[in-house]
C-alpha cells in the first residue's frame, strides 16, 4: 500500500529531502516489509484571483456518497449589466422620465439583457459598436413592454416576459442577439444608422388605409405559408 506525507519546507531552495526507515528488513518470508520511495509531487501554494468569475468550493467526505463525486446544483443570480437609472428591478417599476443614464443592477428583463449582449465591451458587441449606435430608447419601451404584469393562470399576475437563460459557450454575435431578441417575441436589424430592435405588440396606429388612399380603390393581399412563418430563429 502507498502512504503519502506533506512535508512543509522552510527556508531557501534547494532542499535535500531523505527517506529513511529505523526498522530492519525481515528475515520471516510470512513477513514482507519492504521499505521502496515511490513518487513526490512539488506543491506550491498561491493565492489566486479568479476575475469576472463565480468560483464555489466545496469539502464532503466521500464515504458519504460511496465514492461518487457528487452532483451540485446552484441558484444563481449572475451578472449585473446596465438598467436604466429609472428602473427598479425588484419592483420593475419605471420612475419619471428616463434621461438616458444607467445603473448595474441585477434584472431578468430580456430587453436590458440583449442591451448587455449588445454594449458589453468584455463578452458582448461593445468593442465594435459605438455608444452612439445603440437604439437604447426603443429597448426602454420594449422593456416596461416586458415588465407589464399578466395574468399567470393561478389567479395571480406575473411579468410577461423574463431571461433567465446562461450563455456559456461562444457563438454567433447575431444568432446570440436575435436569440436574446427572441425571448420577448421580437428581432434586432440594423435601422437608422444603428442597432436597433422590435417586438411583437400591441402598438396604437400610426396611419389609417382606406380605399380613398389606395389607386384603383382595391388592396391586393399577400403572405407566406404557415410553415414559412417563425416566431424565433
Known amino acids: ?17 531523505r527517506v529513511r526507515r529505523i526498522t530492519a528488513d525481515a528475515i520471516s518470508s510470512t513477513l514482507q516489509n519492504q521499505t521502496f520511495w515511490d513518487s513526490y ?6 493565492r489566486l484571483q479568479y476575475s469576472n468569475s463565480a468560483v464555489v468550493g466545496v469539502a464532503v467526505d466521500a464515504e458519504s456518497f460511496g465514492g461518487r463525486v457528487p452532483s451540485r446544483k446552484y441558484l444563481i443570480k449572475g451578472i449585473k449589466t446596465e ?6 428591478p425588484l419592483t420593475r417599476v419605471y420612475t419619471g422620465t428616463w434621461d438616458g443614464t444607467f445603473v448595474t443592477a441585477w434584472h431578468d428583463n430580456p430587453a436590458w ?13 461593445g468593442e ?14 420594449i422593456g416596461q413592454y416586458c415588465d407589464e404584469l399578466v395574468p399567470d393562470g393561478f389567479g ?10 446562461v450563455i456559456a459557450t461562444p457563438d454567433a454575435a447575431l444568432k446570440v442577439c ?33 380605399p380613398s388612399n ?20
Open 214 to 233: 389606395v389607386i384603383g380603390w382595391l388592396i391586393n393581399w399577400s403572405g407566406g405559408g404557415l410553415k414559412a412563418h417563425h416566431t424565433a430563429l
Open 178 to 210: 436575435q436569440s436574446s431578441a427572441s425571448v420577448f417575441r421580437g428581432m434586432i436589424y440594423w435601422g437608422s444608422g444603428g442597432v436597433t430592435a422590435t417586438a411583437d405588440r400591441d402598438l396604437h396606429p400610426v396611419k389609417l388605409i382606406t
Open 41 to 46: 509531487t512539488e506543491i506550491e501554494d498561491y
Open 156 to 165: 395571480g399576475t406575473e411579468p410577461r416576459y423574463t431571461f433567465n437563460a
Open 1 to 17: 500500500y502507498q502512504r503519502a506525507y506533506r512535508i512543509q519546507l522552510t527556508g531557501n531552495d534547494p532542499w535535500n529531502v
Open 128 to 141: 465594435y459598436i459605438p455608444v452612439a449606435f445603440r437604439d437604447k430608447w426603443t429597448l426602454y419601451t
Open 83 to 88: 438598467i436604466p437609472s429609472n428602473y427598479n
Open 113 to 125: 439583457a440583449l442591451y448587455a449582449c449588445i454594449a458589453n465591451e468584455r463578452w458582448g458587441l
